[in-house]
């Protein structure tokens, strides 16, 4: 947790409750078969396709990794692995076998790989205090790790209806990908260098069980478009993002029309051109008739950015009925009451909304802006600590 702590503070680390909870969910099938424990997946900016796991059931995925994975199964694999290694104790063993070794000096590594983003010099010197737990490659597992995190993370995505052969897919490609970024991966990564003896074994042991498909859900396919769409978020990748969308559309080249459209509209949101943004959410909606609260959701957001907070919010609030778990929903509600000068309104429905289930950092920090605006100085300053704690 102190970990996470800093890591949270890095801008990398994005704060995308609906991605968040997509990659929760997905977590949840994978965890059901391994005795209930708990995980905490997060999603990183970072193009690399890699995820790394931390002590507690922390995991971090990078969102390089979801545009990469070409089906759910694949990405599953991946999180199954990781998964493998927290539950088999790898990272407390490591710690454990280590006397030199505390938590302290992970946390070190930790910060040095955050600032290397930005200052090569401060990473130096903390990685300086560190020697001795990086040159014992803290997150660097054991090729005996490694093979026990593949056979347990295959049996658990077996046990979850995914395809197993997802994973053999999967991690041929990621071989061939690490073999370019793997000797630059920041410390706080835990790397995959995947041996052919690793991926003949996971194949092997495939080839040893029943064949069974798995269709990807609607919710991998749009998050995996809005990734590709918006790329690292600049002006060229959503510029780049948009134009493949439009070709793979106007060429018909899909077999995803819907996901290819979602990504014409989130990059085309993303350049405020909103009028051709809701043109695509239209055609959305066509090949979505029982409707789904991540389109819902663009759809608000483009008219809220366009200046329609009232209708933005109506969009929210009738999303929101239709789909209650929807946390992104509820975010969006809470700033069009904002936007419409209304914050004893969003105040009140945050309140609500606490009195039924613990708030969200990002719930927290509405709450204390509606409290601001209301000049309620002492009880916005209460909700900033809360969103801090």
């Not at 990183?44 to 545009?67: C, E, K, R, S, Y």
């Not at 073999?179 to 630059?184: D, G, K, M, N, W």
């Not at 014409?264 to 051709?276: K, L």
């Not at 209304?342 to 945050?350: G, S």
Request: overall charge neutral; proline content about 3%.
């Amino acid at each position: 947790e102190r970990i996470m702590r800093d890591l949270r503070r890095d801008a990398a680390v994005l704060d995308d409750v609906e991605l968040s909870d997509y990659l929760n969910g997905v977590a949840a099938k994978l965890a059901a078969s391994t005795g209930g424990q708990s995980f905490d997946l997060f999603p990183v900016q970072d193009a690399t396709m890699n995820a790394f796991a931390l002590p507690g059931g922390f995991i971090g995925v990078h969102t390089g990794l979801i545009v990469a994975a070409e089906t759910e199964s694949e990405l599953a694999s991946v999180l199954a692995h990781e998964i493998g290694h927290v539950t088999q104790r790898h990272i407390a063993r490591m710690l454990s076998g280590q006397r030199q070794t505390t938590l302290g000096t992970l946390a070190a590594v930790v910060l040095a790989a955050l600032a290397a983003r930005s200052n090569p010099q401060a990473a130096a010197g903390i990685v300086t205090m560190a020697s001795g737990a990086q040159h014992q490659q803290m997150l660097s597992f054991s090729r005996d790790a490694e093979r026990e995190a593949d056979r347990v993370g295959l049996d658990t995505l077996r046990a979850a209806g995914f395809d197993p052969n997802g994973m053999v897919s999967f991690f041929g490609r990621l071989q061939q990908a690490t073999r370019v970024y793997e000797s630059a991966a920041p410390a706080y990564m835990r790397s995959h260098p995947m041996t052919v003896e690793r991926i003949a074994d996971i194949q092997s042991r495939v080839q040893e069980g029943r064949y069974r498909q798995h269709p990807d859900s609607i919710e991998f396919r749009l998050v995996r478009a809005r990734l590709q769409a918006t790329g690292d978020g600049g002006v060229d990748a959503l510029r780049g993002g948009r134009a493949r969308f439009e070709r793979l559309l106007r060429e018909k080249t899909t077999n995803d029309e819907t996901a290819a459209w979602y990504g014409v509209a989130v990059a085309a949101a993303g350049q405020r051109d909103f009028d051709a943004a809701g043109a695509a959410i239209q055609q959305v909606r066509r090949r979505i008739p029982q409707g789904h609260p991540y389109v819902e959701r663009l759809a608000a957001e483009v008219a809220m950015r366009s200046g329609d907070a009232a209708g933005a919010l109506k969009l929210a609030e009738t999303a929101a009925a239709r789909f209650p778990q929807a946390r992104a929903l509820v975010r969006l509600q809470a700033e069009a009451l904002l936007a419409k000068g209304e914050p004893a309104r969003a105040a009140a429905f945050l309140e609500r909304r606490m009195a039924a289930q613990r708030l969200d950092d990002g719930e927290w920090r509405l709450l204390a802006r509606a409290l601001e605006a209301q000049g309620q100085t002492a009880r916005a300053h209460q909700a900033s600590a809360e969103a801090y704690a």
